[in-house]
């Protein structure tokens, strides 16, 4: 099916990030976790190299995942009050998000093309699995600093020297839509012709 050009702008323009505490419980099944990453395959790759990588959480290895977070927050900076406030977060967000998907790179083999490039692809991946969420009435958040980089997570991740942990990617149900909360620059501000 070809959308005209309205239609696809005007979709794009109605994506919305939709945040955990959001959610409102309603269960998102494996299989529709499953279409939102076929979404990622038609990504933009130099080369085809097709660096994406996601480990998805559901059930009881999603609560798991919440506890290594919150052991490597504490292994981190100890704990206190701000760090019992973020693992009290990291527990809200498994218990509201149907899954939780860590985002990996995985390096190229043969590093063909340079590393920024395959951030790129994989950046491209999750913004085709964002658009296809909505188009499912899934809500999904992106999310690149909690426990990133963490080598509890790390090594939960299964992460080699080459790869890079890229954020998490929340998924759950939601009511209602979404309107923008804050309006975007015109064309004219960030596009200049020579």
Known sequence: ????????????????????????GDPVSKEEVHAL??????????KVTEPWSFQVFMG???N????????????????????????KKFTMIADRSSAVIAIVLRRDPLMRVPRYEEEWAVAAAVQNIHLHAHALEIGMYWST???????EVDALLGLDEHDLHMGWIYVGRYAGLKTLSKDRKSVEDYVTWK
Do not use: C
Request: charged content about 30%; cysteine-free; overall charge positive.
């Open 64 to 87: 798991e995942l919440a506890k290594t977070q919150i052991q490597g927050l504490y292994n981190a900076k100890g704990k206190n009050d701000d760090t019992e406030m973020k693992a």
């Open 37 to 46: 990453l076929e979404a990622a395959r038609w990504a933009p790759t130099h």
């Open 1 to 24: 099916m070809m959308m005209t050009p309205e239609d696809s702008l005007a979709w794009i323009e109605s994506r919305r990030s939709v945040f955990p505490k959001e959610f409102n």
């Open 145 to 151: 600093g909690a426990s990133k980089g963490r080598p």
């Open 60 to 62: 009881e290895p999603k």
